[in-house]
């Protein structure tokens, strides 16, 4: 079982930057998958970043792209979202995922990230 806090949303101007954490209570496999999602009022839930725990692979949504780095810290536990040149349209409630080679699923609570323009 693995529990995850998301921290580090706030208020920020557009052009500012804002540094996500997700720390996980228990021990992620490095078979697993860490990734970031968002939902927008109104919206779906979206990806936005996937990091593969063991070996460290990054993968983008075309949105964010260059502006978003995803990384994590095995010894820690913990995942990152790096967000830079943050936009309006990036506005939403951020959730952490980890997802284990069998298909389970575990999500945070949410942490809401609000880019004024």
């Known amino acids: 079982q693995v529990q995850l806090v998301e921290s580090g949303g706030g208020l920020v101007q557009a052009g500012g930057s804002l540094r996500l954490s997700c720390a996980a209570s228990g021990r992620i496999s490095s078979n697993s998958v860490m990734g970031w999602f968002r939902q927008a009022p109104g919206k779906e839930r979206e990806w936005v970043a996937t990091?593969?725990?063991?070996?460290?692979?990054?993968y983008y949504s075309d949105s964010v792209k260059g502006r978003f780095t995803i990384s994590r810290d095995d010894a820690k536990n913990r995942g990152y979202l790096q967000m830079n040149s943050l936009q309006f349209e990036d506005t939403a409630v951020y959730y952490c995922?980890?997802?284990?080679?069998?298909?389970?699923?575990?999500w945070g609570q949410g942490t809401q990230v609000t880019v004024s323009s």
């Open positions: 990091i593969r725990w063991g070996p460290g692979f990054t």
């Open positions: 995922n980890v997802r284990r080679t069998d298909g389970v699923d575990y």
